[in-house]
Each structure stands twice: as structure tokens, then as C-alpha cells.
T-cell receptor
Framework: DAGVTQSPTHLIKTRGQQVTLRCSPKSGHDTVSWYQQALGQGPQFIFQYYEEEERQRGNFPDRFSGHQFPNYSSELNVNALLLGDSALYLC??????????????FGPGTRLTVT | QKEVEQNSGPLSVPEGAIASLNCTYSDRGSQSFFWYRQYSGKSPELIMFIYSNGDKEDGRFTAQLNKASQYVSLLIRDSQPSDSATYLCAVNMYNYGQNFVFGPGTRLSVLP
């Protein structure tokens, strides 16, 4: 049973550039959520995709956008990178959405460094 | 502001002891609660989830939930050095514009 996969593992970008991160959910899951985790902090919710639509969004600017494909995989795009965007970006998949959503399972993450 | 709070630690316990990790949350309407373990440089790994008031046991781990007090805890019995990690409490606050809200995590150190 394949778990959540993310690519790339590490990425170094220059301030002002754009980046795309990718995620494939765990087999049988249809919902993908993205998180940003700065060093020493808990993950911060960016947004969630279900049925190819953004369903929930956290307190992140419009520079952060995403997409979900018919096979449930997802992309996170960040435009006009800032130094403060340097973090571990985590993708989590789950089955369904809502108040009684099942548990979320995390991928290995993408470490983004902005110089 | 919907929040999840945890003691940042570090919490140090001797090998074989019981480690007690605590979490409080601000949204009284929350219904599902999760504990994750995160080793340094790795992604969070699900340990347990709990939906109902009371205790839920899984091996050496016990999750305790008290919705009236807005409090959830994780007990680790017979702590091992391999349990040394950061433990994250997550609350599903779906009805308040966010999905999972994570606490800052508690760093646990189990001393041999």
C-alpha cells in the first residue's frame, strides 16, 4: 500500500522566483491538504483540496495556490518567493472532508530554501 | 482565533517511566483530535486519534479526551529512548475556516 509521496525532497530557490511542489496521496484517499512548517513550530494549514476544488484555506496570501488533478494528486505553487517562505512543506492525505474527517497521513515533505 | 496549546518542553523522563503530554484547544465545537510524533528532520507520523470523551488505548499509548474542559492528553507507558521526539496535538476545527490546527508540539526526551 503506497503511502503519501512528495517531490522534490529538497529545493533551493532565489527570492522572487516561483516554485511548484507535488504530492500523490495514499492509495484510497481523495483529499489533499498542504501545510507549511517552520523550524521549531507546528505545521500551519495552507489549504485543502477535495474533488479538484479548494475547500478550506488558512491564513496564507494569494501567492500560494494549488491544484488537484482527477487522480487526486496535487500541486502547491508559490509565486514571488520571499526569504520567509523557507520551510518544510508537508502534504497530507485523507479520506473525505468535514467535521468527522478521517485522520490525515503525511508525506515526507519538501524542504524549500529561499536565498 | 482558534488555537491549540501545548507545553513546548522539553519534557524529560527516565526510561520505563510514564510520559504525560497535554493539549488544550479553544474551539468548543471540535469533534476529532489527533496525536502525531515527529522525529527531527522527518514528517509527522500519526500515533492515535480520539473522538469520544474518555480514554482510548493502543499498545503503550493512551489518549484521553475531556471535551467539557477542552483538554486532550497522551500517555506513553514504559517510555523508551526511541520515543524521544516532538509530539504534536492536532484538532479538526473544520467549522471555523480551517481543517487541522496543530499545536506547537512538546519535545520529549527519554533518558536511558
Amino acid at each position: 500500500d503506497a503511502g503519501v509521496t512528495q517531490s522534490p525532497t529538497h529545493l533551493i530557490k532565489t527570492r522572487g522566483q516561483q516554485v511548484t511542489l507535488r504530492c500523490s496521496p495514499k492509495s484510497g484517499h481523495d483529499t489533499v491538504s498542504w501545510y507549511q512548517q517552520a523550524l521549531g513550530q507546528g505545521p500551519q494549514f495552507i489549504f485543502q483540496y477535495y474533488e479538484e476544488e479548494e475547500r478550506q484555506r488558512g491564513n496564507f496570501p494569494d501567492r500560494f495556490s494549488g491544484h488537484q488533478f482527477p487522480n487526486y494528486s496535487s500541486e502547491l505553487n508559490v509565486n514571488a518567493l520571499l526569504l520567509g517562505d523557507s520551510a518544510l512543506y508537508l502534504c497530507a492525505s485523507s479520506l473525505g472532508t468535514g467535521q468527522f474527517t478521517y485522520a490525515q497521513y503525511f508525506g515526507p515533505g519538501t524542504r524549500l530554501t529561499v536565498t | 482565533q482558534k488555537e491549540v496549546e501545548q507545553n513546548s518542553g522539553p519534557l524529560s523522563v527516565p526510561e520505563g517511566a510514564i510520559a504525560s503530554l497535554n493539549c488544550t484547544y479553544s474551539d468548543r465545537g471540535s469533534q476529532s483530535f489527533f496525536w502525531y510524533r515527529q522525529y527531527s528532520g522527518k514528517s509527522p507520523e500519526l500515533i492515535m486519534f480520539i473522538y469520544s470523551n474518555g480514554d482510548k488505548e493502543d499498545g503503550r499509548f493512551t489518549a484521553q479526551l475531556n471535551k467539557a474542559s477542552q483538554y486532550v492528553s497522551l500517555l506513553i507507558r514504559d517510555s523508551q529512548p526511541s520515543d524521544s521526539a516532538t509530539y504534536l496535538c492536532a484538532v479538526n476545527m473544520y467549522n471555523y475556516g480551517q481543517n487541522f490546527v496543530f499545536g506547537p508540539g512538546t519535545r520529549l526526551s527519554v533518558l536511558p
